[in-house]
Structures are given as C-alpha cells and as structure tokens.
C-alpha cells in the first residue's frame, strides 16, 4: 500500500466503495488523515466499516471543514448528470480527484524520479500496460501494474527509484486527476467511446491527452500521428454510423430502365447469370477451360441446338 501524506491531519470524503475506493481511504488513513466515506451502495457501507472506515451520509456532513472529496472513477463527474456526492462538493467550492491525483501528489513529495509509465487510448491499452510491465520484468526491472487494468494504484508499493510502475488510466481517472504527470505517457488511440459520460468527441479526446501533455520535459510522450489519428477517427465514424442506421451499408440500386415503350427491359442472359437455349452461347467447360489458360475467346463459342 502507498500512504498518502498530503492530507495528513485533515478531513477527506470518500465516494465509492469500491476496489479503489476502499484502497483510497486505507491510504488516506495510513497517510494521517480523517476518512469519511459513503456509497449509494449499503451493502458496500457495511463492509466499509467492518474495516474501520468512519461512513456516514455525505449529505449530513459539514462541507465546510473537508480539505478534498476524492471521487471513484465509476460516479458520473459530468455527464449525463453530476452525482448528487459532485453537486455538493462543488457548492463547498472542494476540490474533486481521484486515486490516481493522490498516488501523483504522493511521487511528487518523496520520490519525484520514481518511474511512472501511464497507458491510456480507446483500445488496447490493458494489453499494451501488460507488455510493458512483463517487457521490464524480464529486463531485470522491478515493475508492478495497476489502475484500470483491476488493481487499484494505492495499493501498490510505494514509488521507489528501483520500482517501475505502469498503470492504465482510463478517461475517468484522467478526468479526475489535474495534475498527472507521468515520466512515460503513451496515448495509444482515440475514437468515439463514452461519449454518455464526457458528452461530445472533443471533451473525451481532450482528456485522453492531458496524460501525455503532462510528461514533464525530461520525460517522453508518446501519441500517434495527427494523420493516422484522423484517419482512424473517420473509420470509425463511419462505423458508428453504419451500426445505428444513419448511413447505407451498400449504395441503394439504380432503377431499371425502361425500353422506348415504356414496358421493362428483359435482363440479359449475362446480367441473370443463366444461359439461353440459343445455337450462340458460351459453354461453361470452355470458358473455364479458356480462363485457365488465359486464352478466353473474344466471341461466344458456337454449340448445335437444343435437341440435338
């Protein structure tokens, strides 16, 4: 576990009850701060306080004397709504993070070079934060993996010179941390996903890269290129529209034409993929013959009758 320093000696509500959430309050705890923590869930309250964690309706709280209200990844910030638990802690004017804005603050206070690889994108970020932890592993390079991959970051080991942590950060997390900061940041890719919890294209794309716009300037960022990035947006796109309808999957058929009196043109014999019974016709053995040896006949071969 990383014990969280910053708020020794001060009041922190905790929303969510989680993995992460029940992670934050032991590090906040371990740290020297005053935990409160709640969730929607009462099941998850219980088990909260059979821990020795205080619990107790946010509602009922005194707003005015929490120093920070640290939020769960998975409780709306924004969209489609704000929690109630957000509604609250913003007319308190109290500052909203995550775990992931703790575990930074806590690098940054006692070991600032510890090594700190951040993986986020729309697709393959867990396979990628996998292979990099075990990529450094068999390098001889002590590395431990967490956040969104399903271990929650303060329940790591501390940050340490020796000790490589690579962690997956979704969109949620990002949002919820104002000052990542990375030594490694790899945005992998972005296209339309979450847009129920971040509201349009823009907002989840601009979250995506503050991961790697915080690397500081002795660090390395890593994103792919504007051209692929568009490239990959207007694929997807497409695909979206596809799936809900908004766009044909083929072009629709052309109308059949219509003969100078005005009735239907009868399909061609080629056109239906059928053969006439007529004295000129192509024999199917010879025309596959002729494409194998990639002497097809210019003209129809001739064949005797029907009947004979």
């Not at 991959?149 to 997390?173: M, T």
């Given at each position: 576990m990383i014990p969280v320093t910053a708020f020794a000696g001060k009041h922190v509500a905790v929303f969510g009850l989680g993995s992460s959430g029940l992670a934050s309050c032991a590090a906040l705890k371990a740290g020297g701060g005053e935990v409160i923590a709640f969730d929607d869930d009462s099941a998850k309250v219980a088990a909260a306080a059979s821990r020795g964690i205080a619990t107790c309706d946010l509602r009922h709280i005194d707003w005015t004397g929490i120093a920070a209200f640290v939020l769960s990844p998975g409780v709306p910030l924004t969209h489609p709504a704000p929690?109630?638990?957000?509604?609250?802690?913003?007319?308190?004017?109290?500052?909203?993070?995550?775990?992931?804005?703790?575990?930074?603050?806590?690098?940054?206070?006692?070991?600032?070079?510890?090594?700190?690889?951040?993986?986020?994108?729309?697709?393959?970020?867990?396979?990628?934060?996998?292979?990099?932890?075990?990529?450094?592993?068999?390098?001889?390079?002590?590395?431990?993996?967490?956040?969104?991959?399903?271990?929650?970051?303060?329940?790591?080991?501390?940050?340490?010179?020796?000790?490589?942590?690579?962690?997956?950060?979704?969109?949620?997390?990002?949002?919820?941390?104002?000052?990542?900061?990375?030594?490694?940041?790899?945005?992998?890719?972005?296209?339309?996903?979450?847009?129920?919890?971040?509201?349009?294209?823009?907002?989840?794309?601009?979250?995506?890269?503050?991961?790697?716009?915080?690397v500081p300037a002795n660090g390395a960022a890593i994103k792919p290129s504007p051209a692929a990035s568009r490239e990959r947006w207007r694929a997807s796109a497409a695909s979206a529209r596809c799936a809900a309808g908004t766009m044909p999957r083929m072009p629709p058929a052309l109308p059949r034409r219509r003969s100078r009196s005005g009735s239907r043109r009868r399909r061609s014999s080629a056109a239906c993929g059928r053969f006439r019974a007529s004295p000129t016709a192509w024999s199917r053995s010879a025309a596959g013959a002729a494409c194998c040896s990639s002497t097809i006949p210019r003209r129809p071969m001739p064949m005797p009758p029907p009947g004979r």
């Open positions: 929690h109630w638990s957000v509604a609250l802690a913003r007319e308190a004017a109290v500052e909203i993070i995550g775990d992931i804005e703790l575990y930074c603050r806590e690098r940054r206070a006692k070991t600032p070079g510890a090594p700190f690889v951040a993986v986020t994108g729309t697709n393959g970020k867990s396979t990628t934060t996998a292979l990099i932890a075990h990529v450094l592993a068999a390098g001889g390079i002590q590395a431990q993996r967490g956040g969104n991959i399903g271990v929650a970051i303060l329940s790591l080991d501390p940050p340490a010179p020796g000790r490589a942590h690579v962690i997956e950060c979704s969109s949620y997390q990002i949002d919820l941390a104002p000052s990542l900061d990375p030594s490694v940041g790899i945005l992998l890719n972005v296209s339309p996903d979450h847009l129920d919890r971040h509201g349009t294209i823009r907002r989840y794309a601009a979250i995506k890269a503050r991961l790697v716009e915080g």
